[in-house]
């Protein structure tokens, strides 16, 4: 899932990453307010799943963040060894 949400994020501008990120943290909630009527897991009675929400908005963006700054290192070190 990082690597397709790191191959589709790369494809928009910066308004178009954003509403990615929301996009994707909202259908993150969904998926788990859908697994738990599945019995896959469960939450405490007093889980807010806009906690979920939150969470990978964050998530989602330090992996963008983390991504740009290992594609931006490599690109330096492959400038200076040439």
């Given at each position: 899932m990082t690597f397709i949400f790191l191959l589709?994020?790369?494809?928009f501008r910066i308004l178009g990453r954003f509403l990615f990120i929301l996009l994707m943290s909202v259908l993150m909630s969904i998926m788990?307010?859908?697994?738990?009527v599945f019995g896959m897991f469960e939450h405490t009675r007093n889980w807010n799943h806009h906690d979920t929400f939150i969470g990978y908005c964050f998530y989602f963006i330090i992996v963008y963040i983390f991504h740009k700054w290992f594609e931006q290192s490599l690109d330096h070190k492959?400038?200076?060894k040439v």
């Open positions: 589709l994020i790369g494809q788990e307010k859908k697994a738990e492959n400038k200076t």
